[in-house]
């Protein structure tokens, strides 16, 4: 009975010690995933502005040529981004301001869908105004957007044929 008792322990303890070396293995590689994660590059805020100003930009120039599906993909592409904002900038504090550019971008994807070229217009003023507005507030009023005068790529056509 003594042995049984023995036995039945040192397989316990050797059951002990390989759920222990199981979990320090398991540890391990959570550490080791952690520093990979801490290493990865991750855009940063000013990146994804930088994107949001190309895209404004073409969306712009699409639009006054009535190019809707164009405009369609431009304005998405700024949601895109901003989702992007969203997602890997949130320790900035101008992440919270987000919020107040989705009514003018609302107002300007119905314009699109409406192929409304007065309303584009309209509603990409208003998205260029809450941009500055945005900017303003969050103590970047230094970096003023305005509607595009040239378009930003010389390579790209803006303007359909029918």
Not at 36 to 63: N, R
Not at 107 to 127: E, N, Y
Request: include cysteine; charged fraction near 20%.
């Amino acid at each position: 009975m003594k042995i049984l008792a023995i036995l039945g322990m040192i397989l316990l303890f050797n059951s002990c010690n390989d759920q222990t070396a199981e979990v320090q293995r398991l540890q391990s590689q959570v550490d080791s995933l952690r520093s990979q994660l801490d290493s990865t590059y991750k855009p940063g805020f000013g990146e994804f502005m930088s994107e949001i100003q190309v895209h404004h930009e073409k969306l712009w120039f699409a639009g006054i040529n009535q190019n809707w599906k164009l405009a369609d993909f431009e304005i998405n592409e700024i949601k895109e981004s901003l989702g992007g904002i969203k997602s890997y900038c949130t320790d900035r504090p101008e992440s919270k301001y987000l919020g107040m550019i989705d009514p003018p971008m609302d107002s300007l994807a119905a314009a699109i869908q409406t192929k409304d070229l007065p309303k584009f217009k309209a509603g990409f003023t208003v998205l260029t105004q809450t941009c500055n507005s945005c900017h303003q507030e969050v103590n970047h009023g230094f970096n003023v957007i305005q509607i595009p005068e040239t378009p930003p790529f010389t390579d790209q056509v803006f303007k359909i044929s029918h």
